[in-house]
């Protein structure tokens, strides 16, 4: 069974340029996250989906961040335009849980994105 | 408000024993996490305690004390491929949110 997949695995961009990461969770599972770990910090949770629809967004840092998972399937994390600060590891993570109950999470190898 | 904290560096000789701390403050708590993660790979899952106590898995117990705000993971018989950073993470009521720590960079030497 395929893990969480994510693309790219390294992007490296301009300030103010736009770039799309790309999620492919666990087929099956309804409920998506996506995370992110700046340089030196603890990974931080930015959203969760829950199939198609945004469950909890309050970890988004501003409006340049825009995430989709338009079918419920896939999920895209776009950043417009980017800045300096939101070089770091964004890591998606996908749960089969549908309770509210804790279950583990299957987190994927991250795109670790650079901003010059 | 919520805070996790635990130590940023450990290091520990091959075949010993370490145990990880993790103290946490969070409004609403479902449950704790501890996950393994080797420098540029995704955490991986290593434990999930609801209830207080411990429970082992092999060489690694976690142990979880609710009153305390508590964990530790511990580590027996240490291999040098256990050298990676172990991130305590709370997982909140009312949701889905998941709070991790900064994690602990584990060195094994021989």
């Known amino acids: 069974e395929a893990g969480v997949t994510q693309f790219p695995s390294h992007s490296v961009i301009e300030k103010g340029q736009t770039v799309t990461l790309r999620c492919d969770p666990i087929?099956?599972?309804?409920?998506l996250y996506w995370y992110r770990r700046v340089m030196g910090k603890e990974i931080k949770f930015l959203l969760h989906?829950?199939?198609?629809?945004?469950?909890?967004e309050s970890g988004m840092p501003n409006n340049r961040f825009l995430a989709e998972r338009t079918g419920g399937t896939y999920s895209t994390l776009k950043v417009q335009p980017a800045e300096l600060e939101d070089s770091g590891v964004y890591f998606c993570?996908?749960?089969?849980?549908?309770?509210?109950?804790?279950?583990?999470?299957?987190f994927g190898q991250g795109t670790r994105l650079t901003v010059v | 408000g919520q805070n996790i904290d635990q130590p940023t560096e450990m290091t520990a000789t091959e075949g010993a024993i370490v145990q990880i701390n993790c103290t946490y403050q969070t409004s609403g708590f479902n449950g704790l996490f501890w996950y393994q993660q080797h420098a540029g790979e995704a955490p991986t899952f290593l434990s999930y305690n609801v209830l207080d106590g411990l429970e082992e898995k092999g060489r690694f117990s976690s142990f979880l004390s609710r009153s305390k705000g508590y964990s530790y993971l511990l580590l027996k018989e240490l291999q040098m491929k256990d050298s990676a950073s172990y991130l305590c993470?709370?997982?909140?009521?009312?949701?889905?949110?998941?709070?991790f720590g900064a994690g602990t960079r584990l060195f094994v030497k021989a």
């Open positions: 993470a709370v997982k909140r009521t009312g949701g889905f949110k998941t709070i």
């Open positions: 993570a996908s749960s089969q849980e549908t309770d509210g109950v804790g279950t583990e999470a299957f």
């Open positions: 989906f829950v199939k198609e629809s945004k469950q909890d």
């Open positions: 087929s099956g599972h309804d409920n």
